[in-house]
């Protein structure tokens, strides 16, 4: 089978197993750099190349044979130094590689020096490796780690996308191979959130954005790209085009999953990722680059039944409701987790992956759309230095130590959080909505007001970067600014509460449209003196960081961020909206298209899972897609005597990090706000 044996290097282990392997001993944990697996055959570091090697092209070897058994209770095998670079264990000429963690799913062993590993054989599992930071392991034609084999004796139920083939009793051996390589301490990380097509188009528009940007890039020091979850959107026969698509951006993918790559015609938890198990491997596992651990979580549970309903305010998870998902990480990767964590040197960074936030800004008082043992995974996390990397929401959120929100805690039972969140948009924006742009991409901008588009993680030992690059923008772009007008806010009430009483699939025309919005860059006095809102859309603002703003070079003025992260409730309304994002998510021309061409599909648009948008007179997008509220909004009221003439406001923003970006806007004083169209009366006279 084509990816029987799929992906990602992985990471496994035993905490609190009761038998089995490792029963009552405590795993080894890896301490240092110079610790870390080693072979006999291993060359001079010095002689070898640093990172990952795409042209190391081999699989997980299987090996089946005469102590082959029904009824054998354990699973073994080799990983070992690949000298000949083809997948094959040769005892004569191979090495065994020590120190490597292998795990079932649950439990982990450790390999002795011999590279030998031995665990409980579960009735469905997936063996996996985790990576070590000075190996490589080999790749299929897609740039997918090979690091895993699923084991199903009986196979999937019948599934709509095919789930695993059976495989029958338990293997004589599973061997991992792997390569040596230099560690890499300086690395980046190229990070997508909701890529999320639910058709061909979609990949195509993907294609279009992120991975031509991705393309167009210096990625000689980049050493993987993680997907955040929702690969895809729904259609997992698209899994092949997509995987092959990515993979001409030349680096390893890492995978998370989403739920929206669900077999959703599953009605047993156990079989729910068996599609994704054949093309990727394991859904939770993790890998180790430079000096950081990488972890990758499942936490979503489908079917979700009675132990989420336990917890009370989830009746949406009972046996009379539809089959639907919840957030949760299960006990076995709890208990995976916590026995790979033994293995792990308490000075290492843990970058933490999974689809659904563990508490969120745009969904906080959800009780599906965050994690519900959040803090259980805090606590078992401890005082580890730790980075969380999700999406599912589609905004970008940065969350720092110390921030909460009203809601969290009678959710999930956060009262605030304990280290670095990042929800990193979604490359797919607004779910592919909006109208086209010059690359005939949907410009989809997001729930808070942000642009589609990715983020670069740079890594330096245990030290980290991020930068969110939107695609379709200038490289060094970060925000967007406008002005929040009293023009804006009676157009953005009309238009908004039409919006709200009316189907995005109205046939009826709006009250008003954006041709009879005045010009937000142009005021009068009086304008000011019933408020002019500068607002900066910063897109990866964070609480440490400051945005500041002059007028005609005079002295510069604070902004002031909407939201402080101190408890409060989210802030909705035309006071908190983006009138940047909101001029453009609140009318839509793409809905008009239409032609006599008989191609009833090609008529308006669709999204989602081919849901209908018009054709029909142009109007907004879905409500809960309007950037009436963000975590990153920051603006100031301009002075009510602002002399008249045009005035050059230039914005800067510095991160985190203390990395400045400066863009610049127009605004133009008049006594009176001149007519927008053109002219008859000087031509009145005329023949």
């Given amino acids: 089978m084509k990816r029987n044996l799929v992906p990602l290097c992985l990471a496994l282990a035993v905490a609190v197993v009761a038998a089995g392997v490792i029963v009552g001993e405590d795993v080894p944990a890896r301490a240092e750099t110079s610790d870390l697996p080693t072979d006999p055959q291993r060359p001079d570091e010095s002689t070898l190349e640093a990172g990952p090697d795409p042209g190391y092209r081999a699989e997980v070897e299987v090996v089946e044979g005469a102590r082959q058994d029904p009824d054998r209770d354990t699973i073994t095998g080799t990983v070992f130094h690949d000298t000949g670079r083809d997948g094959t264990y040769e005892p004569d000429t191979d090495s065994g590689v020590e120190g490597v963690t292998v795990s079932n799913g649950r439990d982990v062993d450790v390999t002795g020096s011999d590279g030998r590993y031995e665990l409980p054989a579960r009735e469905d599992m997936t063996v996996s490796v985790t990576k070590p930071a000075n190996y490589a392991v080999p790749f299929d034609e897609d740039l997918i780690p090979q690091m895993s084999y699923n084991h199903k004796p009986e196979g999937s139920p019948q599934l709509r996308f095919g789930g695993l083939e059976p495989t029958g009793p338990v293997p004589k051996e599973v061997n991992f191979p792997m390569v040596p390589t230099r560690v890499s301490e300086d690395f980046q990380c190229a990070v997508l959130g909701d890529t999320q097509p639910y058709s061909n188009n979609e990949v195509g528009y993907l294609r279009d954005s992120v991975l031509d940007e991705l393309l167009a890039r210096d990625l000689l020091s980049a050493e993987c790209m993680l997907v955040l979850g929702d690969v895809l959107g729904d259609d997992l026969g698209l899994f092949p085009r997509f995987t092959d698509m990515m993979s001409a951006a030349g680096l390893p993918q890492y995978y ?329 998510q609140l009318q839509v021309a793409r809905y008009a298209f239409e032609s006599t061409s008989g191609n009833e599909r090609a008529q308006g648009w669709e999204q989602f899972r081919g849901a209908r948008r018009g054709p029909a007179p142009p109007q907004g997008l879905s409500p809960n897609h309007i950037a009436e509220k963000s975590s990153h909004l920051w603006r100031a009221r301009l002075p009510s005597d602002l002399p008249l003439g045009t005035h050059v406001v230039e914005v800067t923003f510095v991160d985190r990090y203390g990395v400045e970006f400066t863009d610049r806007i127009t605004v133009e004083v008049r006594e009176e706000r001149p007519d927008r169209f053109w002219r008859d009366e000087p031509w009145a006279g005329d023949g």
């Fill in 256 to 584: 998370v999953p989403g739920n929206h790559d669900i077999d959703f015609d599953a009605t047993d938890e156990e079989d729910s990722r068996d599609t994704w198990r054949r093309e990727y491997g394991p859904d939770h596992y993790s890998f180790d680059i430079g000096e950081v651990h990488f972890v990758v979580l499942d936490n979503v549970v489908y079917p979700c039944g009675e132990q989420d309903v336990e917890r009370g305010d989830r009746e949406f998870c009972g046996e009379d409701a539809p089959p639907t998902y919840n957030g949760r990480i299960d006990d076995a990767q709890m208990e995976w987790l916590a026995a790979d964590l033994a293995t792990v040197d308490e000075d290492r960074l843990v970058v933490v992956n999974h689809h659904i936030p563990l508490v969120s800004f745009i969904d906080n008082a959800s009780t599906q759309h965050q994690t519900d043992n959040a803090a259980e995974l805090y606590d078992l996390l401890g005082d580890r230095e730790v980075l969380s990397l999700s999406g599912h929401t589609h905004t970008i959120e940065q969350l720092e130590p110390g921030e909460s929100y009203q809601g969290w805690s009678g959710a999930v039972g956060v009262d605030e959080v304990p280290f670095h969140h990042i929800v990193a948009g979604a490359a797919s924006g607004a779910w592919f909505g909006g109208d086209l742009d010059i690359d005939g991409v949907p410009m989809s901008i997001s729930r808070l007001g942000e642009p589609r588009g990715y983020y670069m993680m740079s890594f330096a030992g245990t030290d980290y970067t991020e930068r969110f690059h939107a695609t379709g923008q200038p490289a060094d772009r970060q925000m967007w600014l406008s002005f929040n007008t009293p023009q804006f806010r009676d157009w953005f009430e009309r238009l908004r509460s039409w919006t709200g009483a009316n189907p995005p699939t109205a046939e009826q025309a709006p009250p008003v449209n954006v041709g009879d919005l005045d010009d937000m860059k142009l005021v009068t006095p009086q304008d000011l003196d019933d408020g002019v809102y500068l607002t900066a859309n910063v897109w990866n603002g964070s609480r440490d960081s400051s945005v500041t703003a002059t007028v005609g070079g005079g002295e510069p003025f604070a902004l002031e961020r909407t939201q402080e992260g101190a408890g409060e409730d989210v802030r909705y309304g035309v006071d908190f909206a983006d009138p940047f994002a909101t001029v453009r």
